[in-house]
């Protein structure tokens, strides 16, 4: 098998607990040739654990170790300009969510992509997830019949909720959002991650192509003793998918998880007649998790553009708009009104986030 050589560039939450393992089994297909961190004794010490060079300057390592794709995984408010440098040196780009905070920014990276010729992939991780893949499998069979109305309720947030419902509606276009935002105090404080005594709550009713109806909720704090359990759902008008259930006229069925003797994930079925499968091509690395399955595609799909000189499977035309609708929603509850999609300028929200930015840095998140 043909290798491409990978630099993991960001080795914090996301990067050493998500990627690294991944990047460290696929060794049939990625040649792993460094590590890039600005926390020096945190790079040193995962690269000396991996066996693999690290570095703590993003230009130094493009120099010296000559990789054909960066694996970004900074966080988000660094992407596009992490993800410019790369480009400049001819390196493909596989990027972690967001593909950016907002859309000058996305547009930011996108541009420097397209202008040093270079692949650019973003890592959205939900709709890779096996049962995610299974679910989009149910839908393109026809079993629900057509798709009419789909649901996130505090499942994911922001940009990932979009993926699955941009997923659901088959990817057709979103025409508007309608969203509000409210917060009331709780009686008693909510830990997630932190002591929390007031709730915030966003709204959305976001209108496909076709008259798809896309409800989307988030809370914070998002796991609550106090709420209903987080799902998604699907209806159609012969049926509906609720989370990993199949509600049809006559009977459930629920979504199969089938493992190999190693315990392996091999495929994910809904026992129908045909059956409805979903085959895990990443069972030979021992990849079971979804996350473990989404970042591996991420990966591959990187791989193959650059070898192919192919577009990529996602991509950063499908990553932004996820990230335009997820901008649309906090437009439309900032201002509370509806939003047309797609944008046609930089919104309030945007502005706002920019702000945010310059404040904290002392420079515009688009200066060059």
């Given at each position: 098998m043909e290798k491409v050589k990978i630099a993991l560039v960001?080795?914090?939450?996301?990067?050493?607990?998500?990627?690294?393992?991944?990047?460290?089994?696929?060794t049939d297909a990625l040649d792993f040739v460094a590590i890039c961190?600005?926390?020096?004794?945190?790079?040193?010490?995962?690269?000396?654990?991996?066996?693999?060079?690290y570095y703590f300057n993003l230009e130094?390592?493009?120099?010296?170790?000559?990789?054909?794709?960066?694996?970004?995984?900074?966080?988000?408010?660094?992407?596009?300009?992490?993800?410019?440098?790369?480009a400049e040196h001819g390196v493909s780009i596989l990027c972690e969510t967001p593909i950016a905070i907002t859309l000058p920014c996305a547009d930011f990276m996108i541009s420097a992509a397209q202008k040093n010729g270079?692949?650019?992939?973003?890592?959205?991780?939900v709709?890779?997830?096996?049962?995610?893949?299974?679910?989009?499998?149910?839908?393109?069979?026809?079993?629900?019949?057509?798709?009419?109305?789909?649901?996130?309720?505090?499942?994911?947030?922001?940009?990932?909720?979009?993926?699955?419902?941009?997923t659901y509606a088959a990817f057709r276009e979103a025409k508007s959002v309608w969203a509000l935002k409210t917060q009331n105090s709780l009686d008693h404080p909510i830990t997630d991650g932190r002591p929390m005594t007031t709730e915030t709550f966003v709204h959305a009713v976001i209108t496909f192509e076709d008259d798809i109806l896309a409800f989307y909720e988030q809370l914070s704090p998002r796991n609550s003793p106090l709420r209903r359990k987080p799902h998604t759902e699907v209806e159609g008008t012969g049926g509906s998918i609720v989370d990993t259930d199949v509600h049809l006229v006559d009977k459930k069925l629920s979504l199969k998880r089938i493992t190999n003797d190693?315990?392996?994930?091999?495929?994910?079925?809904?026992?129908?007649?045909?059956?409805?499968?979903?085959?895990?091509?990443?069972a030979q690395y021992g990849f079971s998790g979804d996350d473990q399955i989404a970042v591996a595609t991420g990966?591959?799909?990187?791989?193959?553009?650059?070898?192919?000189?192919?577009?990529p499977e996602y991509g950063s035309t499908n990553a932004r708009k996820d990230q335009e609708?997820?901008?649309?929603?906090?437009?439309?509850?900032?201002?509370?009104?509806?939003?047309e999609l797609p944008l046609k300028s930089v919104t309030t929200y945007e502005q706002n986030i920019h702000a945010n930015y310059e404040r904290q840095y002392g420079r515009s998140p688009l200066e060059d």
């Amino acid at each position: 098998m043909e290798k491409v050589k990978i630099a993991l560039v960001g080795v914090g939450n996301r990067g050493w607990y998500a990627h690294l393992p991944i990047i460290t089994r696929m060794t049939d297909a990625l040649d792993f040739v460094a590590i890039c961190d600005l926390d020096a004794k945190r790079a040193q010490e995962i690269g000396e654990s991996v066996g693999v060079p690290y570095y703590f300057n993003l230009e130094e390592m493009l120099a010296k170790a000559k990789p054909d794709i960066a694996d970004i995984c900074t966080p988000g408010e660094t992407h596009h300009l992490v993800a410019k440098t790369v480009a400049e040196h001819g390196v493909s780009i596989l990027c972690e969510t967001p593909i950016a905070i907002t859309l000058p920014c996305a547009d930011f990276m996108i541009s420097a992509a397209q202008k040093n010729g270079v692949k650019l992939e973003v890592s959205e991780n939900v709709w890779r997830f096996a049962t995610e893949r299974l679910k989009a499998e149910i839908i393109r069979s026809g079993i629900i019949s057509k798709v009419v109305r789909t649901y996130n309720h505090r499942i994911w947030g922001a940009y990932h909720s979009m993926n699955a419902l941009r997923t659901y509606a088959a990817f057709r276009e979103a025409k508007s959002v309608w969203a509000l935002k409210t917060q009331n105090s709780l009686d008693h404080p909510i830990t997630d991650g932190r002591p929390m005594t007031t709730e915030t709550f966003v709204h959305a009713v976001i209108t496909f192509e076709d008259d798809i109806l896309a409800f989307y909720e988030q809370l914070s704090p998002r796991n609550s003793p106090l709420r209903r359990k987080p799902h998604t759902e699907v209806e159609g008008t012969g049926g509906s998918i609720v989370d990993t259930d199949v509600h049809l006229v006559d009977k459930k069925l629920s979504l199969k998880r089938i493992t190999n003797d190693a315990g392996a994930l091999e495929r994910m079925a809904l026992e129908t007649d045909p059956a409805v499968v979903w085959e895990n091509p990443f069972a030979q690395y021992g990849f079971s998790g979804d996350d473990q399955i989404a970042v591996a595609t991420g990966l591959w799909s990187i791989r193959k553009a650059v070898l192919e000189d192919a577009e990529p499977e996602y991509g950063s035309t499908n990553a932004r708009k996820d990230q335009e609708i997820a901008m649309a929603i906090g437009e439309s509850s900032l201002i509370s009104k509806k939003v047309e999609l797609p944008l046609k300028s930089v919104t309030t929200y945007e502005q706002n986030i920019h702000a945010n930015y310059e404040r904290q840095y002392g420079r515009s998140p688009l200066e060059d």
